[in-house]
């Protein structure tokens, strides 16, 4: 978790939350 975009976010967190 590091971004703040509306849809990309909802997205990538499951992405991100590895990071």
Known sequence: KGFA???YTQANDE?????
Do not use: A, E, G, H
């Open 15 to 19: 992405t991100l939350k590895f990071v």
């Open 5 to 7: 975009i509306p849809s």
